[in-house]
């Protein structure tokens, strides 16, 4: 049912005459004659209007259905009132994925900073993998991404952010403890915990030109888990540094040679509200600019 014949109705029924009707609502007396006998043949051929002397009248049908089509109306309207006023106060929904790590410092401080500012801004947050966010990115389920890895998928758009260093994490009696950085190849035979990150499936690349096979104890896919296991015994681990946490039984030696860059990860393409894509646009500047890097371990 088209609104604006309802609404050419509403008006005819209430002066009943078709010039002051058509004057009223800015259209020729054809065209509404026209709207009128078109609803009138929608409607079964059911007669809304019938002469009285120079003007018109309604039926009985008319009466009933004007009835209905008015409070229809009314409620149209007010919820079309109701959105206007509500455009700029509504909640916004920010759907943003990260890969483990890549919330620490700066990106969660701008999170609550643009939180503070912007009342109608909610954060809906969602930690997984890099190819697990940049299908949800693809799906719409969520509106952009923090990955530390690329595709060669061209919907996608990536943007460079920043590159981090990876430390190895060793119990603080390890007899590398106490060294100032260490090569890759002088751990690829101690006991690995993989970190659910991209760059541990491949550590027999770090070490490049050692012949020895990596010994994997397990893999973890939290940061969390893979400190703890490292504390307990278990072997050891390598993490970014966003990863790190200040903890008295263990050390953090950096790992030389190796960085790992970050990517805002969007859809091409994709139309944002302003505040989602303000909060975009905030979040590369201020992880682009070296001055918000945390301070290392």
Same mark, same amino acid.
């Given at each position: ?25 800015? +259209? ?27 003007? +018109? ?33 509504? &909640? @916004?929904?920010? !759907? ?23 009342? !109608? ?16 990115? !693809? ?11 690329? /595709? ?15 430390? @190895? ?12 950085? +260490? ?10 915990? @993989?970190? $659910?990150?991209?760059? $541990? ?7 490049s030109g050692v012949h ?34 200040? !903890?008295? /039984?263990?050390?953090?030696? &950096?790992?030389t040679n190796w960085h ?13 509200e302003p505040p989602v ?6 979040? @590369? ?13």
């Amino acid at each position: 049912m088209n609104y604006n014949v309802l609404r050419y109705f509403s008006v005819l029924a209430q002066v009943e005459h078709y010039t002051l009707a058509a004057a009223r609502l800015g +259209i020729s007396q054809p065209s509404l004659s026209s709207a009128i006998h078109n609803l009138e043949t929608e409607l079964g051929g059911v007669k809304l209007f019938e002469k009285s002397g120079r003007n +018109i009248r309604l039926t009985e049908e008319g009466r009933f259905y004007r009835e209905k089509v008015d409070a229809a109306l009314h409620e149209l309207d007010a919820a079309s009132l109701t959105l206007k006023e509500s455009r700029h106060s509504a &909640p @916004v929904v920010i !759907r943003l994925g990260c890969v483990s790590g890549s919330l620490a410092g700066t990106a969660a401080k701008q999170i609550a900073d643009y939180s503070k500012k912007n009342n !109608r801004v909610r954060f809906r947050i969602t930690e997984s993998s890099a190819e697990t966010l940049m299908d949800l990115v !693809r799906q719409e389920e969520l509106d952009m991404a923090l990955v530390d890895l690329t /595709d060669r998928d061209r919907s996608l758009h990536f943007r460079k952010l920043k590159e981090q260093g990876f430390y @190895v994490v060793l119990p603080k009696e390890h007899p590398l403890a106490d060294r100032r950085e +260490i090569e890759p190849g002088e751990i690829v035979e101690e006991p690995q915990i @993989v970190f $659910n990150y991209d760059v $541990n499936k491949s550590f027999r690349e770090w070490a490049s030109g050692v012949h020895s096979e990596e010994r994997v104890q397990c893999t973890v896919d939290t940061a969390q888990a893979a400190l703890d296991l490292v504390a307990a015994g278990v072997g050891i681990t390598c993490l970014p540094f966003t990863c790190l946490q200040q !903890r008295e /039984d263990l050390r953090y030696v &950096p790992l030389t040679n190796w960085h790992q860059a970050l990517y805002m990860c969007i859809l091409y393409d994709k139309w944002l509200e302003p505040p989602v894509w303000d909060f975009v646009e905030l979040l @590369v500047k201020s992880l682009r600019d070296k001055h918000n890097e945390p301070i290392i371990l």
